[in-house]
């Protein structure tokens, strides 16, 4: 049974940065496709970034894009969000997000994905 679990959020001032984690276990996630996305309170769920195992290509929403990077580890079965420049808007939970697919797959879509953590609250002051 494949589980995610993210870590990482935490309080920060705005132009701060944080680093998410997410770990996965339950299977090889070498080929996966990877992905972050964040819910802010009253807001539909949103991509935010994500990777794919199987062709190295990152994907970003476009409010983050200069500030975020997506990065894995796959010795640690890890994926990292690194924030730089966190804004008041960034403030969300944030969601770790895979999928097994192959085919068809759209990666800023929450629907592409099977799997998902159980998140972690970023806040950001201004």
């Known amino acids: 049974q494949v589980q995610l679990v993210e870590s990482g959020g935490g309080l920060v001032q705005a132009g701060g940065s944080l680093r998410l984690s997410c770990t996965a276990s339950g299977d090889t996630f070498n080929n996966y496709l990877m992905g972050w996305f964040r819910q802010a309170p009253g807001k539909e769920r949103a991509f935010v970034a994500a990777?794919?195992?199987?062709?190295?290509?990152?994907y970003y929403a476009d409010s983050v894009k200069g500030r975020f990077t997506i990065s894995t580890d796959n010795a640690k079965n890890t994926v990292y969000l690194q924030m730089n420049s966190l804004r008041p808007e960034d403030t969300a939970v944030y969601y770790c997000a895979a999928t097994s697919a192959r085919d068809l797959l759209i990666p800023s879509s929450d629907s592409t994905f099977e799997y998902w953590g159980q998140g972690t609250q970023v806040a950001v002051s201004s």
């Open positions: 990777f794919s195992g199987r062709d190295l290509n990152t």
